[in-house]
């Protein structure tokens, strides 16, 4: 006579991901709705919260997942920005239509930047990825029919282009930049859950291990590094759609688009999609705290993220995942016993 088996069945989701489903949809209704709801203050700083959260899901995508931490991810925000400019200047493209094609250009450029950068490792290939942004950001600055050094401003007929009224056209680039984040997220979530995916978990662990049972290394951190100079390309192209205004410094700012960034994905946990939003929330939480203290802000900064990870160093997100086992984007299969054999 056979012997039962145990009955199996392989699962990714969870009690806590299915909840986060139902307020997640909640969520994004009131987000909607949030044009209607208040002012174009609340608005512009939604704004800036989004653009930020995107980044911080896309640098964590290539170093959280594929292991190639850049400080130079500036030089596609600068691109993006730049090319929205250009597009909307030379060939009279509508702003919006010009977001996804500042896209598709900033993921041209980065395959003959990947083409450099890629022959570098660890902390070569962080320092590399800082200098070609330079060069991206001196560039640019000798370029007179982008406003050289000083910059530009986006015409007001092109301004005009999105809406008339102003209250519309902010109501606009909100919802423009609620996508982009839903996109990036989307992007990351699906990305993980497919053989990408499990491509990127071996490289994680270790990439010899990885190169041994089949993964092309190579292929898949080019296939990362496009899909991530593409999303972060739309995102510096709808910060300057709504600051209607470029130039060379705030363009290619390693403070402002990389360092920050940085911040927000290492305190909210890195190699997780939570992580970024964590972190991101706090990040801004802190500098509404931190406004006032002039030249201290970055400091405090500073010693937040080293407490951060003192106390929790895979970041609070994974200070709380871990202790609670709480997985809001669950992309790893589990295998859960349904039924033990009987005797």
């Known amino acids: 006579m056979i012997a039962a088996l145990p009955t199996y069945r392989v699962e990714r989701g969870t009690t806590a991901s299915r909840i986060g ?35 911080a899901q896309m640098w964590n995508l290539l170093a959280g997942y594929a292991g190639l931490v850049s400080v130079g991810q500036q030089a596609f ?25 500042a896209g598709v250009l900033t ?40 406003g050289g050094g000083s910059g530009m ?4 007929a092109a301004v005009r282009g999105i809406a008339a009224d102003a209250q519309l056209r902010e109501s606009i680039i909100y919802w423009v930049a609620l996508a982009v984040a839903l996109l990036a997220l989307a992007t990351v979530y699906l990305l993980l859950r497919s053989r990408w995916g499990l491509a990127l978990t071996a490289i994680r662990d270790s ?16 296939v990362v590094y496009l899909v991530v100079a593409a999303v972060t390309g739309v995102t510096g192209a709808l910060i300057f759609l709504q600051k209607l205004r470029i130039a060379p410094d705030a363009a290619f700012s390693v403070n402002d688009w990389t360092a ?47 407490a951060v990870m ?9 200070y709380v995942a871990d202790r609670f086992a709480l997985q809001l984007f669950p ?13």
């Not at 401003?153 to 007001?156: D, E, G, K, T, V």
């Not at 990885?210 to 080019?222: M, P, Q």
């Open 207 to 222: 990439e010899p291990a990885a190169e041994s049972v089949g993964v092309d290394n190579d292929r898949t951190k080019l």
């Open 77 to 101: 925000v600068g691109f993006g920005g730049y090319m929205l400019f250009a597009l909307v200047l030379f060939l009279g493209l509508n702003p919006l239509l010009a977001l996804p094609v």
């Open 21 to 55: 489903t139902i307020l997640g949809v909640v969520l994004l209704a009131l987000l909607i709705a949030l044009p209607f709801l208040t002012g174009r203050a609340t608005l512009r700083l939604a704004i800036e919260i989004f653009a930020y959260l995107t980044l």
């Open 260 to 306: 920050f960034v940085i911040f927000m994905t290492v305190i909210g946990g890195i190699g997780r999609i939570e992580g970024p939003i964590v972190g991101t929330l706090v990040f801004f939480v802190l500098r509404a705290l931190f406004a006032d203290y002039g030249a201290w802000y970055l400091m405090l900064l500073g010693l937040v993220a080293v």
């Open 107 to 146: 993921a041209a450029v980065a395959v003959p930047t990947a083409f450099v950068v890629f022959r570098l490792r660890g902390a070569y290939f962080a320092i590399g990825t800082w200098v070609v942004a330079e060069v991206y950001r001196l560039s640019f600055a000798q370029v007179s029919a982008l």
């Open 153 to 156: 401003s986006l015409p007001a």
């Open 310 to 318: 003192l106390v929790a160093p895979k970041g609070l997100w994974g």
């Open 331 to 343: 992309v790893q299969r589990r295998v859960r016993l349904l039924e033990e054999p009987r005797a």
